[in-house]
């Protein structure tokens, strides 16, 4: 088994590191104090291909392979998670499902600027009933023609703030669950449409959470993503993909989190002694080192499935699933070491910890991860 970068991921891994250190690490603290929405990170950010890395280059994308995607999502999770969600909700929620499902012309009107970054794309599935259980949303489509009319309500949706095109799943018949769920491409400057104010969240403080809202919002046939009742496979794949990238984001923020406690440990003196002398502060830097490197080897794989361009659903699961509760442990410890230090805002060690939180909610919380594998492995095995 082949499990090393090629010269090529080697190289993407280095730039899109340098950039992260010089662009976006430095505005990380601030954005999270201030919940502003990082617009001009991800214009640069497409400008280096970024923001499509698998999308072919046909269509805007870098044309690379979804580890190449995870690389990415990793190393600006490493600078800040925000822009790093930010990222991979463009990337999986918005322009995958285009690519998989969506028409020519609608890769040539919305792929082609989502994977340039020069339109920021959001996922608009979770309402304030229907979470965990997607197919019970009450956002409805009603077919007048030649358009659909869409009323409903959408929550928590990553990006909402400052998006340009959101992929809205309605239904034609809420009785029909998910058979009657169908997505929709919507412009943000489609009238009726409209979002709310940023939510302030315990972490992820600046990926522009919010509201959307759609009244009498008429949608012509041809934005329609994927056929009648297609839409709750449309949302479940694109979601295998966030997922992964999740997975890549909680691995980011814990390998940040991991090296900002050992150059502490360092350089901390307690008792006459750096601590990292101490057994106790070396045993946790070897179980956080472990857990980063398993988690990070899960990633992988569930990016190796992607590519292979079979159904991932229970590499993502396990990716997302392990990757994210890893996250929390290890931004623990991480704070454990740096003692009464990393409980204050001077140190980056308690936004770390307050940002690992989400990984084990959005896109699946943990509890729906366990559901997807075990559906999975005991049907398969
Ligand atoms: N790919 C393709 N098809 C899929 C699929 C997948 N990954 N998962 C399910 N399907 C298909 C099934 O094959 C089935 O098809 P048929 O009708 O042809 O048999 C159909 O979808 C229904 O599947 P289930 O019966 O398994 O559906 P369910 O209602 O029991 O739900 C679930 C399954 C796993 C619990 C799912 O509802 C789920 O993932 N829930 C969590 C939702 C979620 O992750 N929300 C995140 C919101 S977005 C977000 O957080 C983004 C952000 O802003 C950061």
């Known amino acids: 088994m082949h499990i090393e970068l090629s010269e090529e991921q080697l190289l993407l891994r280095d730039s899109v590191r340098q950039f992260a250190e010089e662009v976006v690490k430095p505005r990380a603290k601030e954005i999270d104090e201030t919940g502003e929405f990082p617009r001009q990170f991800f214009a640069q950010a497409g400008e280096l291909g970024l923001a499509g890395v698998a999308v072919p280059e046909e269509y805007g994308g870098a044309g690379m392979d979804p580890l190449s995607y995870s690389i990415v999502i990793e190393e600006i999770s490493r600078a800040c998670a925000s822009s790093g969600v930010i990222l991979s909700v463009n990337n999986s929620l918005a322009c995958?499902?285009?690519?998989?499902?969506?028409?020519?012309?609608?890769?040539?009107?919305?792929?082609?600027?989502?994977?340039?970054?020069?339109?920021?794309?959001?996922?608009?599935?979770?309402?304030?009933?229907?979470?965990?259980?997607?197919?019970?949303?009450?956002?409805?489509?009603?077919?007048?023609?030649?358009?659909?009319v869409l009323n409903g309500n959408k929550v928590f949706i990553t990006n909402g703030t400052d998006a340009d095109i959101a992929i809205v799943f309605a239904t034609l018949d809420r009785e029909k669950r998910h058979?009657?769920?169908?997505?929709?491409?919507?412009?943000?400057?489609?009238?009726?449409?409209?979002?709310?104010?940023?939510?302030?969240?315990?972490?992820?403080?600046?990926?522009?959470?919010?509201?959307?809202?759609?009244?009498?919002m008429r949608i012509p046939v041809n934005q329609r993503l994927g056929g009648e009742g297609e839409g709750f496979k449309v949302a479940m794949s694109a979601l295998d993909g966030g997922r992964l990238g999740i997975a890549s984001q909680a691995v980011g923020i814990a390998q940040v989190a991991f090296e900002e406690a050992l150059a502490y440990s360092r350089q901390r003196?307690?008792?006459?002694?750096?601590?990292?002398?101490?057994?106790?502060?070396?045993?946790?830097?070897?179980?956080?080192?472990?857990?980063?490197d398993a988690a990070r080897l899960l990633t992988w794989k569930a990016a190796w499935a992607k590519g292979s361009g079979r159904?991932?659903?229970?590499?993502?699961?396990?990716?997302?699933?392990?990757?994210?509760?890893?996250?929390?442990?290890?931004?623990?410890?991480?704070?454990?070491?740096?003692?009464?230090?990393?409980?204050?805002?001077?140190?980056?060690?308690?936004?770390?910890?307050?940002?690992?939180?989400?990984?084990?909610?959005?896109?699946?919380?943990?509890?729906?991860?366990?559901?997807?594998?075990?559906?999975?492995?005991?049907?398969?095995?």
């Not at 169908?182 to 600046?206: C, M, Q, R, W």
């Not at 003196?269 to 980063?292: R, W």
């Not at 890893?326 to 990393?342: C, D, E, F, N, P």
């Open 179 to 216: 058979k009657a769920i169908t997505a929709f491409i919507v412009p943000a400057d489609t009238p009726g449409y409209s979002h709310g104010t940023h939510e302030y969240k315990l972490g992820v403080n600046a990926s522009g959470t919010t509201e959307l809202s759609f009244a009498d």
């Open 96 to 148: 995958d499902p285009i690519l998989k499902f969506g028409t020519e012309d609608q890769k040539q009107s919305y792929l082609k600027p989502l994977a340039r970054g020069q339109m920021l794309g959001c996922f608009a599935l979770t309402e304030p009933e229907a979470g965990s259980d997607p197919a019970a949303i009450r956002t409805s489509a009603v077919r007048q023609g030649e358009e659909y």
């Open 269 to 292: 003196e307690q008792f006459g002694h750096p601590i990292v002398d101490f057994q106790a502060i070396q045993f946790y830097l070897a179980d956080m080192s472990t857990e980063i």
């Open 311 to 381: 159904r991932f659903s229970l590499e993502a699961a396990q990716a997302k699933l392990f990757a994210s509760e890893m996250a929390q442990r290890v931004t623990s410890k991480a704070l454990q070491i740096h003692g009464g230090y990393g409980y204050v805002r001077e140190y980056n060690v308690e936004r770390y910890f307050r940002d690992a939180r989400i990984a084990e909610i959005y896109e699946g919380t943990s509890e729906i991860q366990k559901m997807v594998i075990s559906n999975w492995v005991i049907e398969n095995s």
